[in-house]
């Protein structure tokens, strides 16, 4: 069983960083493409970052592409977002997800396990 539990989120000014992590306790994490969502109040939740099982492929958004990187580090099981040059539209909870397909990884209905979700909260 893949469980997943985030962390690193809080709040930062403009044009700051933060890292968020999700770390995943089941024992078959490098069987998963990975991915990080988030939902803003008043909107749908959006993909923002995915990877495949080994790390050597990885996907962005136009708006996330160049300020964010996200990566694994599959020996501690863990799941990382790199975020900088943070902006107020940054603003949401994010969410760390698990793929048993490891396709269409753009889209929510690709992931089987989720995380309970970390604020992130970007001030101006």
């Known amino acids: 069983q893949v469980q997943l539990v985030e962390s690193g989120g809080g709040l930062v000014q403009a044009g700051g960083s933060l890292r968020l992590s999700c770390q995943n306790s089941g024992r078959t994490f490098s069987n998963y493409a990975m991915g990080w969502f988030r939902q803003a109040p008043g909107k749908e939740r959006e993909f923002v970052a995915g990877i495949n099982w080994s790390g050597g492929a990885t996907y962005y958004t136009e708006s996330t592409k160049g300020r964010f990187t996200i990566s694994r580090d599959n020996a501690k099981n863990t799941l990382y977002l790199q975020m900088s040059s943070l902006k107020p539209e940054d603003t949401a909870v994010y969410y760390c997800?698990?793929?048993?397909?490891?396709?269409?990884?753009?889209?929510?209905?690709?992931?089987?396990?989720w995380g309970q979700g970390t604020q992130v909260t970007v001030s101006s």
């Open positions: 997800a698990a793929s048993a397909s490891g396709s269409y990884l753009r889209a929510s209905t690709a992931y089987n396990y």
